[in-house]
């Protein structure tokens, strides 16, 4: 079983900056995919942003240019730095551990911590 306990979620101005941290208590986590995804109200959820245990990112279309997802492994954590914020970027987002282990893959996710860019 793996925890992810994100933070850093909070209230701001449209074209300021925030940023996330999530930590994992997995034994494995240099090895997994750590990845932030979002949802607002009444939509699905979206990715956000990946990094593999390798570092290798990739991000969702609505945010690339603004945000930057980066992982610390000796401290099972991955973040993610989001800038230029706008309105649209209002959700709940969620940390997700994606890993392989004995053959079998499995996936956890956080809580969810909130963020709010008002106009």
């Known amino acids: 079983q793996v925890q992810l306990e994100e933070s850093g979620g909070g209230v701001v101005q449209a074209g300021e900056s925030l940023s996330l941290t999530c930590v994992s208590s997995?034994?494995?986590?240099?090895?997994?995919?750590m990845g932030w995804y979002r949802q607002a109200p009444g939509k699905e959820r979206e990715l956000v942003a990946t990094?593999?245990?390798?570092?290798?990112?990739n991000y969702g279309d609505s945010v690339k240019g603004r945000f930057t997802v980066s992982r610390h492994n000796t401290k099972n954590t991955v973040y993610l730095q989001m800038n230029s914020l706008n309105t649209e970027d209002t959700a709940v987002y969620y940390c997700?551990?994606?890993?392989?282990?004995?053959?079998?893959?499995?996936?956890?996710w956080g809580q969810g911590t909130q963020v709010t860019v008002s106009s």
């Open positions: 997995g034994s494995r986590f240099r090895f997994e995919t």
């Open positions: 997700n551990a994606n890993g392989l282990y004995a053959k079998r893959s499995y996936n956890y």
């Open positions: 990094i593999t245990g390798g570092a290798s990112t």
